[in-house]
């Protein structure tokens, strides 16, 4: 059980001291993102989400990072994105929709913000929501298969599913020329206003890990509707790439 209370931020800051305590000027950027910033991080299973960017990635520099990686853990920063500027620029259109959320809801904890100014092609970022949404969809089943059935399976796999379709359903909504909302709820209730998805199930999903373990979860059901509401948002995305009629 992590301790309580939990300060997301100033854990944050801790581990930024640690990387740079470890390699120095080579850090360029810390940057918080996720649930930390958007207002919905929960003390009991929320991870703080930092991309560090630097100067240089070789060998030398993740062989010094290695002393940073006990304060990490203790700051819940267990999947750092460690990345170099060189490849930040020549990953944009390799990953758009991650780049895209972090841009959408950030807090730069030191140097330039290096995420802000980033400018994403709308075509491979589409490219890369559908792609998400194929992964989802060939891997739905065989998860739920593996979890379901075992002791609180149902909510660990709605959980690992969702983050994937809440993340595809975010670049959809910017493609349509929306802003993304901050919060679960709000997405949503964009999508089913937007896409047509049925918003109730959407919301379930979304926030199964704020409803009270006590609370009986129907699998079978959850998993209708994620396939539902996963085939709807691959409908928009494929519709998204058709050329638009010639007047």
């Known amino acids: 059980m992590w301790p309580r209370p939990f300060d997301p931020r100033r854990a944050a800051m801790k581990a930024v001291a640690a990387a740079r305590g470890a390699v120095g000027e080579e850090l360029r950027s810390a940057t918080l993102y996720g649930s930390a910033v958007s207002g919905e991080f929960h003390p009991a299973h929320s991870d703080v989400n930092v991309a560090f960017v630097f100067s240089r990635l070789g060998a030398s520099e993740l062989s010094a990072l290695t002393r940073a990686h006990r304060a990490w853990t203790r700051s819940r920063v267990v999947r750092p994105l460690l990345i170099s500027e060189e490849t930040l620029r020549r990953s944009l259109d390799s990953f758009p929709l991650e780049y895209l959320l972090i841009r959408e809801r ?10 802000g100014p980033l400018t994403l092609d709308r075509d491979a ?7 998400v949404l194929r992964a989802q969809e060939l891997g739905l089943g065989g998860t739920y298969v593996a979890f379901a059935g075992t002791r609180g399976g149902a909510r660990r796999w709605a959980a690992a599913a ?5 993340a595809s359903a975010s670049g959809l909504l910017y493609l349509a020329g929306e802003a993304i909302p901050a919060r679960r709820r709000e997405l949503a209730e964009r999508c089913a206003a937007r896409f047509g998805v049925d918003g109730g199930a959407f919301a379930r999903l979304l926030t199964l890990r704020e409803r009270s373990r006590k609370e009986r979860v129907d699998a079978i059901e959850l998993l209708d509707s994620a396939q539902r509401i996963l085939n709807r948002l691959l409908e928009i995305a494929e519709r998204m790439s058709a050329p638009s009629p010639k007047p």
């Open 125 to 131: 970022l589409r490219l890369e929501v559908e792609r």
């Open 162 to 166: 969702s983050t994937s379709i809440a």
């Open 106 to 115: 950030r807090e730069t904890l030191y140097g330039e913000d290096l995420f």
